[in-house]
């Protein structure tokens, strides 16, 4: 990256990283619609019930466990912003097919759940491509404040979108929300394409080693080394306990709760909300905490977000709303101020050419936790009910702060640097 590049960004941070972060922005404004659309697509439209959302779920995410170790070593053999561009293109067609699939009158369950697949497909290679990306875009000094940048927008999608989509779902019907989403991802694409960055070539096939290798090294890296070990065992519990939350509290809030689409719609938003004071405040909290301290303290404030969530089954009146409501900021504002942490500290310990596998690595073993967990989680909330499944997810939150708090990544400050 050339320092007039540089230059011409905001202090500290380049041109080509603010081009990313508007495509990012935007395609996450469409994520966050399509979110709240499928699940309303599958527990209204199509009247279906939380195991049909959590085999929905799972679909989602099959390809990282099918694919995804081997997505992050072939990255690397590759230009990553190329990548990233086909594959926003790729997820943008994908997305279209949903409505396209209602119109034909083909659209169920079993054929959401196999066009969920093939753009979790596409979202797992582009991961890999963006998160390797970013460090190529930015000084390592500033990852946590680029991170803070990307979850801070993160959050106001999260907090817009689901409102966006509950309007859309009235207005339009669930099917055709998706296409929002559909159009962010080709927007996306643009932004991709036009970002100027310096990007190694590759190497020549003869001097690279065998993907098995490769993916070795990678694993290696996370599970033998002394850097993330405590990092991505801790992930992995909380991907299990979140995995839970996403199938349970969809189906808490329609079908338990009895909310509204639009009402629910709205308590999602609070979340959005939370993540955005989280993504906010965090570098200042981390600054006064150090990074593992703050990673620490906001996971003990998701389990009091997932607690609050439970209570509302308790409550009566408009009061049931504005519990969940809560329950979903408290858990928003953990996630806004802990993600940037976590990311900056696992890029900044991790080698460029091993940036794709670590990263995607882990995203694939998260995700793979999401596959297992996300039918279970859905005939948990059958057998024992909505609320009983919170509380589970709650004690295994629990978990996952303890690992933390156990190993040597409580001490980790990186805040000093940047």
Request: hydrophobic share 55%.
């Amino acid at each position: 990256m050339s320092e007039g590049e540089r230059a011409r960004g905001k202090p500290g941070l380049p041109t080509a990283f603010w081009r990313l972060w508007i495509g990012e922005t935007v395609s996450s404004f469409g994520t966050y619609v399509t979110l709240l659309a499928l699940q309303v697509l599958i527990l209204v439209t199509l009247h279906g019930n939380a195991q049909d959302v959590g085999w929905v779920n799972s679909c989602r995410w099959l390809p990282y466990l099918l694919f995804g170790l081997v997505a992050g070593a072939w990255v690397e053999r590759r230009r990553r912003q190329p990548v990233m561009v086909v594959t926003d293109l790729a997820a943008g067609v994908l997305l279209t097919l949903v409505p396209l699939a209602w119109v034909a009158g083909v659209l169920s369950v079993p054929v959401l759940a196999a066009l969920v697949f093939l753009y979790g497909a596409t979202t797992l290679v582009n991961a890999a491509a963006s998160m390797a990306v970013l460090p190529r875009v930015i000084p390592l000094a500033q990852l946590q404040r680029g991170h803070a940048f990307l979850d801070g927008s993160d959050a106001v999608a999260q907090t817009a979108g689901p409102a966006l989509a509950g309007v859309l779902i009235r207005v339009v019907g669930a099917p055709f929300a998706v296409l929002i989403d559909a159009l962010s991802y080709l927007f996306s694409a643009a932004m991709m394409a036009s970002l100027r960055i310096e990007e190694p070539r590759t190497q020549p096939a003869a001097a690279r080693r065998n993907v098995r290798s490769e993916i070795r090294d990678g694993i290696g890296w996370i599970y033998r080394g002394p850097h993330l070990r405590a990092n991505a065992i801790n992930t992995h519990v909380w991907f299990a306990a979140n995995a839970i939350l996403g199938v349970v509290v969809p189906t808490y809030g329609l079908q338990t709760l009895h909310l509204s689409v639009i009402q629910f719609s709205i308590t999602t938003a609070v979340a959005g909300v939370g993540a955005v004071v989280g993504a906010a405040v965090t570098t200042v909290v981390g600054r006064r905490l150090g990074t593992g301290r703050t990673v620490i303290a906001t996971q003990f404030v998701t389990i009091a977000g997932v607690l609050v969530m439970a209570l509302a089954a308790t409550a009566g009146g408009w009061h049931v709303a504005a519990i969940l409501a809560l329950g979903q900021g408290l858990h928003g504002v953990a996630m806004g101020a802990s993600n940037s942490h976590e990311m900056a500290y696992r890029q900044t310990m991790t080698p460029d050419h091993l940036q794709a596998r670590t990263n995607i690595t882990m995203h694939a073993f998260n995700r793979a936790v999401v596959v297992v967990v996300a039918p279970l989680a859905g005939l948990l909330a059958t057998v024992a009910g909505t609320r009983a499944a919170l509380i589970v997810a709650a004690a295994i939150f629990t978990v996952a702060v303890a690992i933390l708090i156990a190993s040597p990544f409580r001490t980790v400050d990186l805040t000093a640097a940047s």
